[in-house]
């Protein structure tokens, strides 16, 4: 078993405590009772190509498929291939079609308090105009377009016309900076920015459009940037560059509300989104439209029980993969009503959260286990201050989650009634993979406990023999797994399919299972930290600070942190005429936030003559995290020089 592995199990809770679903929540829902599950989670591993085709026959398809499945390239899967289909038809369309024209589609709250309801026939006008815009525009199939929004409802809007007109969407976070806003147009060749004048975050406005005026300066393949009026021309005027620079609400005002959707393959791309890897450069993560849109369509309709009465709120910001499945896609193919927020939880106060709940009576309510921590640091009387009983299930993604904050969060938001979904899954996977079913799964606190339909999860060693603790390993392919990493095939192989001979896709977790063959996530195994649910690759930030003139070396690691799970260290060794000082620290960090962004910025920074390496010039991360985490020293045999170690420690107990 690894090292990393063995101190991940080391920090893993004896919990033992369960709690069933109660009888009122069992009788009505999906699936109610384990032997529903396993009996259909039989029939869907031992015959997944018949259980997906059935699902996905719920959906439209202009053209219905001729496999489902084809494992010829393997591990290039394709699902559904001859088939043709289009998910914004799938998410709007067809429930004006059943006759939820005037339901609510969106319930969006801005963070100043303004609000907006778009019905299900609203969104099919704004997606349609902007749809023919973009077309007008010369934006077509397979174009790459970037978004980089507040979380408005212009980004779901924008977000699904991409998807009826087939072109590719790229949505990056908000927090993000230009220079990775400029890697990510560049990799993908995106030939258009949507963007904002304005968005508000804590009281203030956001200048999105002078990042991305910077970002793009001298790009070639932008040629057009659309901004949506979201400021008010204060306290910054938006500069609007001639020839190449459009207002969304002037290119939308005279387009026809209908836009015929586009015929796509369902191998088509629909969208690509950068997350962290263990190397310097983000991965452009592939997913393409009938597979991942059936899975989407499915995980919502099970781990979250959703029925078109449920008024469903994802905490989430649709720049990372949770908003995309699970603000956009999932909810509304079920024909949800979805609830948007632009801003902070704590903005105007602690309480906003559950004041939205009371005021559009929220009935499932989907967040992060690092959200929960600053609840409860917050305080109870925020929560009870309101009234939260319209909550029916809640649920909680991102990070492992520690058993004091799942009870808490069953206790004061749930009121011991709502079951808990734990749901594990990746950027990658397109959706959930391991998570109870509310009706059905006894949960535990901490545990993601059970497999999904379809999925054949494992818990194995470095050589692929199944073990109670070690990396989890997932043995078949599913409809929303990754395609590929965009512009480079072999990386997609060497990332997840090398691991185990190409037999399972390997996600990068650890994992254990109990003895009721729960899984338990551990957190990563590789060199990706995750900080508030935002994965962020050590090597990504290790070489934004080599960049600096003063830096010889640096070493990235990953904490435990109380609010954020996990908080990153950087250990940097200056060169020898250079001063470690207040300065450097600064410029260190304002460099991070030029290259990645605010999020992304070290907890700590400790400047050090040396880092602890092997003989053979490995650096021993393990060691930095003892010291960092005030741990006894783990094997040291291996250490080239010993005196190193210490010299760290004393620095760092000093800071
Ligand atoms: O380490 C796992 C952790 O988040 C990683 C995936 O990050 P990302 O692609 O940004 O997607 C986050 C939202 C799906 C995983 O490799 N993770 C996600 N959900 C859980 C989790 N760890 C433990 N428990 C979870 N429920």
């Known amino acids: 078993m690894s090292e990393s592995i063995q101190s991940l199990l080391e920090s893993v809770s004896k919990e033992n405590r369960s709690f069933p679903p109660t009888p009122e929540f069992a009788e009505k829902a999906r699936v109610r009772s384990m032997e529903e599950y396993e009996a259909e989670y039989q029939r869907s591993i031992d015959d997944p190509e018949a259980y997906w085709a059935e699902i996905a026959s719920e959906l ?84 790459r377009v970037a978004l980089y929004l507040p979380m408005i409802p212009e980004l779901a809007i924008a977000t699904l016309a991409c998807a009826r007109i087939g072109a590719v969407h790229t949505v990056i976070f908000a927090g993000f900076s230009s220079n990775s806003i400029r890697d990510r147009v560049l990799d993908c060749g995106a030939r258009c920015v949507i963007t904002a004048d304005g968005g508000w975050r804590r009281g203030q406005i956001l200048n999105l459009k002078s990042i991305v005026d910077e970002a793009v300066e001298g790009v070639d393949c932008i040629q057009e940037v659309i901004v949506v009026k979201r400021g008010h021309g204060d306290p910054f005027p938006c500069r609007i560059k001639e020839g190449r620079d459009h207002w969304y609400h002037r290119i939308v005002q005279d387009q026809s509300i209908h836009c015929e959707p586009e015929q796509l393959d369902s191998e088509d791309m629909l969208f690509l989104l950068y997350t962290s890897g263990t190397t310097g450069k983000p991965k452009g993560i592939i997913h393409t439209v009938g597979g991942y849109m059936v899975y989407a369509y499915q995980t919502t309709k099970v781990v979250f029980d959703m029925r078109k009465e449920d008024v469903y709120w994802c905490t989430a910001d649709i720049g990372w993969i949770t908003g995309h499945s699970y603000i956009l896609y999932g909810p509304l193919q079920n024909a949800a009503s979805v609830v948007m927020y632009e801003g902070a939880p704590n903005s105007p106060d602690n309480g906003r959260f559950w004041d939205i709940v009371e005021k559009y009576g929220v009935t499932i309510f ?34 492992p989650i520690n058993p004091e904050a799942w009870i808490w969060y069953h206790k004061v938001i749930g009121a011991d009634r709502c079951p808990i979904v734990d749901t594990w899954w990746q950027t990658e996977t397109g959706g959930i993979l391991l998570s109870p079913l509310p009706g059905a799964t006894p949960t535990k606190p901490g545990s993601a406990t059970l497999p999904l339909f379809g999925i054949d999860a494992a818990v194995l060693d470095d050589e692929g023999n199944e073990q109670k603790a070690g990396i989890l390993a997932i043995r078949k392919p599913w409809p929303g797994i990754l395609r590929g990493i965009y512009g480079d095939p072999q990386r997609f192989k060497d990332t997840y399919w090398c691991k185990w001979n190409g037999e399972y896709y390997f996600p990068g977790d650890g994992a254990r299972t109990d003895e009721d063959d729960y899984f338990w996530i551990l957190g990563r195994v590789d060199d990706v930290v995750n900080v508030s649910g935002h994965r962020i690759g050590t090597a990504e930030l290790e070489s934004v600070f080599i960049e600096h003139p003063s830096v010889a070396e640096s070493a990235v690691i990953g904490v435990a942190h109380e609010i954020k799970g996990q908080g990153l260290v950087a250990f940097i060794t200056v060169r020898e005429n250079a001063t470690a000082d207040e300065k450097l620290e600064k410029e260190l960090k304002d460099l991070v936030i030029k290259s990645i962004g605010k999020f992304a910025v070290p907890e700590k920074l400790i400047f050090s003559g040396d880092l602890p390496k092997t003989r053979s010039g490995k650096i021993m991360r393990r060691l930095l995290r003892d010291i960092a985490e005030g741990k006894a020293l783990g094997n040291v045999t291996t250490l080239a020089d010993p005196s190193v170690v210490e010299t760290l420690r004393k620095k760092y107990q000093e800071q």
């Open 60 to 143: 439209h398809w202009f053209k219905p498929w001729d496999r489902v499945l084809n494992e010829d390239e393997k591990p290039f899967f394709k699902w559904f291939e001859g088939g043709k289909t289009n998910l914004a038809y799938n998410c709007i369309d067809r429930h004006i079609e059943n006759g939820d024209r005037n339901k609510a589609a969106l319930i969006w709250e801005g963070e100043p308090g303004d609000s907006r309801v778009l019905t299900y026939f609203d969104l099919y006008r704004e997606v349609n105009q902007f749809a023919n815009a973009l077309k007008k525009l010369g934006v077509g199939k397979g174009d």
């Open 366 to 399: 989907y967040t992060a286990p690092t959200a929960i921590r600053a609840f409860m640091k917050w305080g109870e009387k925020w929560p009870n201050a309101k009234d939260l009983s319209s909550l029916r299930l809640l649920g909680t993604v991102g990070e």
